[in-house]
């Protein structure tokens, strides 16, 4: 929560505007009481009289203690407006100056703010978050080029060097088709990358919604996923299901929620079991995907979502010929965030890993 400003240039111009008028009635009014008193002394006219000589000569005496009242109010307020123009012109010159230097290179640069609390430091709060954002952004992308750039560099490595080897002499027509399988598997490999990395970045954008019970939902992910389970001696159980609904385009969700369900199967030991379970909370609906496998190092439960790592869990991937990409718990945390949710993991009760997707619910 922010702290609310303690100053502001229009309070401050305010209060200067009233002060200099202030004192500029007060001047008028003394230098007017001064007048008529002297003018008093001066002359002994009947009690209750008013003339028109009289009259003109009051007006007179009114109109000399404005003038002399005027310059003072307008001098301070001159003097004021000055003053506080000149302190706001020198720091939106601190502030152009740091942005002038700032670019993609150097983004640690902030703009100044002092101690005011003002209009101006609000501005340079806000645009200093602007910039983190940014900063973490242009590091993210950055990094995430880098290790597409890695996970792209050693296919293309081993299928150049298994078709240079292979021209090195003539082959039989067997030694030509196992060339040619380990070449298709490594172009696979890079399908399956460059797919993930599209996926990726389409992974936030919901275009279409629907209302989805949060059994339809959890049946469905179940039933396609059942098959694999089997096959790992793994059983996959719909735990527990409520009765609440969430908005989700379907297709994405079930995408997201079977990437977690098909990770827990690859990580259960033979005979585990994968429970799959929904419940209501006070601001939304937890779907939650536990396994009985090793769990994840609470120091990496935060940072194997991010794209390209990999979990150091001691267990195998049972379900799998070759390494994943490290790409299916990024998208998954794209998918839940695009949909107004958000994803963690904890301990299960089992001791194995315990995913929870929190989502948004509807009535």
């Known amino acids: 929560m922010k702290a609310p400003r303690t100053a502001s240039f229009g309070n401050w111009l305010a ?14 009014a003394a230098a007017a009481a001064a007048i008529v008193y002297v003018d008093e002394q001066e002359e002994d006219e009947a009690a209750g009289l008013v003339e028109e ?13 404005l003038a002399a009242a005027a ?3 307008v001098t301070l307020a001159v003097a004021g407006a ?12 601190a502030v152009i100056a740091a942005a ?21 430091d609000a501005l340079a709060e806000a645009l200093n978050g602007l910039f983190a954002r940014l900063e973490r952004g242009i590091a993210l992308q950055r990094q995430f080029a880098a290790d597409a750039s890695h996970e792209l560099r050693s296919p293309l490595a081993v299928l150049s060097s298994t078709l240079e080897v292979a021209l090195r002499r003539p082959r039989s027509r067997d030694e030509w088709e196992t060339v040619a399988k380990r070449a298709l598997d490594e172009v696979r490999q890079m399908s399956r990358l460059v797919e993930s990395l599209l ?21 469905a992910v179940a039933e396609r996923w059942i098959p694999l389970a089997k096959a790992a001696s793994v059983a996959l159980q719909v735990c527990r299901v409520s009765h609440g609904a969430v908005m989700v385009e379907r297709g994405l969700m079930e995408g997201a929620l079977g990437n ?26 937890d779907i939650i995907i536990s396994d009985e496998g090793p769990g994840v190092p609470s120091h990496e439960r935060e940072r194997i979502f991010d794209p390209f790592v990999r979990g150091t869990a001691s267990a195998a991937d049972r379900t799998r010929v070759r390494a994943g990409l490290g790409l299916g718990l990024a998208i998954v945390r794209r998918v839940i965030e695009g949909h ?3 994803v963690r993991v904890e301990r299960a009760a089992s001791g194995g890993a315990a995913f929870i997707v929190h989502l948004p619910r509807v009535e």
């Open 199 to 219: 996926m990726l970045t389409r992974a936030g954008v919901i275009v279409r919604r629907e209302r989805t019970s949060l059994a339809q939902l959890s049946y």
């Open 15 to 28: 209060w200067w505007i009233g002060i200099s008028t202030t004192l500029s009635l007060v001047v008028f």
């Open 340 to 342: 107004g949710g958000r």
């Open 82 to 93: 000055y003053w506080l123009a000149r302190r706001a012109v020198v720091r939106v010159d």
């Open 53 to 65: 000589d009289s009259l003109d000569e009051a007006l007179g005496q009114v109109g000399l203690a």
């Open 260 to 285: 977690l369900v098909a990770n827990a199967i690859a990580h259960s030991p033979s005979g585990g079991a994968v429970c799959l379970e929904s419940r209501c909370t006070d601001d939304g609906v």
């Open 71 to 73: 310059p003072l109010g």
């Open 100 to 120: 002038t230097r700032m670019s993609a290179e150097h983004l640690g640069e902030r703009l100044p703010v002092s101690v005011a609390g003002d209009e101006l």
